[in-house]
T-cell receptor, first 113, second 111 residues
């Protein structure tokens, strides 16, 4: 079975622009979470979605938003990009929220110039 | 105090030795604990999960949990050069999906 997939792999954007990152969970998994990992740090939780509803939000500004589609795939949107948004954005998939292990996709490397 | 603390390392061990990685957490209501391995430039890979006090073994890996001391560890037996990576400790508080990570311990297994 395919694991978590994310697109694009790499992305270069300019300050002030908008970006959309995409994630498809493992087949059969219904919950998706998004994390941001800056160099030298552990991943930081951004959002969790289950059944198309936001079930958790980390300490990130309103410039960050996400949604989940009926097929359980998800998008993360970031508006008005700042240099500090440069990071590896990770999508994690779990069977259901709360109880089960989370498996990460390969990530999207975002560079803001 | 950080929610999840790990020694950043690097921890150097010779090939074939036991590597011991440690993690402490501050939130007493934490219920689930995970170890992820992350190679440079790659995403984290889940290697162990542990939910109750005691030891859990999977191949060369053993996770140990002591909730009273708020301490979780990972032992890697017969360390191989391919084990050289950053090991991330993650904690989940309750029913949600939010994982809180430490900054990771860099492990180097030397020939």
């Amino acid at each position: 079975d395919a694991g978590v997939t994310q697109s694009p792999t790499h992305l270069i954007k300019t300050r002030g622009q908008h970006v959309t990152l995409r994630c498809s969970p493992i087949s059969g998994h219904k919950s998706v979470s998004w994390y941001q990992q800056v160099l030298g740090q552990g991943p930081q939780f951004i959002f969790q979605y289950y059944e198309k509803e936001e079930r958790g939000r980390g300490n990130f500004p309103d410039r960050f938003s996400a949604r989940q589609f009926p097929n359980y795939s998800s998008e993360l949107n970031v508006n008005a990009l700042l240099l500090g948004d440069s990071a590896l954005y990770l999508c994690a998939s779990s069977l259901l929220p709360g109880v089960y292990e989370q498996y990460f996709g390969p990530g999207t490397r975002l560079t803001v110039t | 105090q950080k929610e999840v603390e790990q020694n950043s390392g690097p921890l150097s061990v010779p090939e074939g030795a036991i590597a011991s990685l440690n993690c402490t957490y501050s939130d007493r209501v934490s219920q689930s604990f995970f170890w992820y391995r992350q190679y440079s430039g790659k995403s984290p890979e889940l290697i162990m999960s542990i939910y109750s006090n005691g030891d859990k073994e999977d191949g060369r890996f053993t996770a140990q949990l002591n909730k009273a001391s708020q301490y979780v560890s990972l032992l890697i037996r017969d360390s191989q050069p391919s084990d050289s990576a950053t090991y991330l400790c993650a904690v989940r508080r309750g029913g949600g999906n939010k994982l809180t990570f430490g900054t990771g311990t860099q492990l180097k297994v030397e020939l």
